[in-house]
């Protein structure tokens, strides 16, 4: 059974850190292209940033230089480092595994930062 587990979301005041972390059990994540999305209130989901195996990160254009993506393959997990904070990065931030055609995502945390 493939699970996706993320963690440390929270509130957090505009400016702020926050570090979410997904776990991952139930696939060979080492070949996996590690995602994270987020959904605000009354919007679609959308990309945020992503990691390949091979350690190629691409990031939202909104994001880069504030936001970091990385994952540690012994451990099958994925992390966000979210630094400078702003109130529009209030969403649900989901995790995401990916190797064509496997898709999977987790249930997803929520981040809230207040202005």
């Known amino acids: 059974q493939v699970q996706l587990v993320e963690s440390g979301g929270g509130l957090v005041q505009a400016g702020g850190s926050l570090r979410l972390s997904c776990a991952v059990s139930g696939i060979i994540f080492r070949f996996y292209t590690m995602g994270w999305y987020r959904q605000a209130p009354g919007k679609q989901r959308e990309f945020v940033a992503s990691l390949t195996s091979g350690r190629t990160a691409n990031y939202e254009h909104s994001v880069k230089g504030r936001f970091t993506i990385s994952r540690d393959d012994a451990k099958k997990a994925v992390y966000l480092q979210m630094d400078s904070l702003k109130p529009e990065d209030t969403a649900v931030y989901y995790c995401?595994?990916?190797?064509?055609?496997?898709?999977?995502w987790g249930q997803g945390t929520q981040v809230n930062v207040s202005s």
């Open positions: 995401n595994a990916r190797v064509s055609p496997l898709d999977y």
